[in-house]
């Protein structure tokens, strides 16, 4: 049977609400000035790229975990063109994973990156159809 999620989420006056997460946490979304509002929250359409980075980072590191992987530390950036038209949405995501360490394991790094965005993300499966998605991944030996 497929699970369902159910997040609620409240004005909290002006342009700012708070949202929940099925998690329990809560997190506050706000325009930014020139909208209208103070800035003192997270974009929803940028809160969509946190998603697809959350989703596949915690993917990869399941994977490393399970494949006994030694790195130091990893992060992902991701840089997203929204189209010209209104209502603007993502036409073009990059997304670049980068591995920090001294022994790492291209090979299996590589791999782990493939069965994330390829099979396991969820999140990257939506992406990918509105945007036109492109994933690389960086070592630096240190």
Known sequence: MASTNFVKTRWMG???????NPSGQT???DAS???????DGLRPKA???SSLAGCSGLDVAFIIRKMKLEIDRFHID???KLSDSQPQTYE??????HFFGKTLNEAK???AVKLSV??????MKMFRTFAEVSVSSHFHHE
């Open 14 to 20: 002006n342009m700012a609400f708070e949202s929940d």
């Open 47 to 49: 809160l969509m790229l």
């Open 27 to 29: 997190f506050k979304i």
């Open 109 to 111: 790094l590589k791999r």
């Open 78 to 80: 991701i840089q997203a």
């Open 118 to 123: 390829d099979t396991y993300c969820g999140v």
């Open 92 to 97: 073009e995501v990059e997304m670049e994973f």
């Open 33 to 39: 000035p020139d909208e209208g509002g103070h800035g």
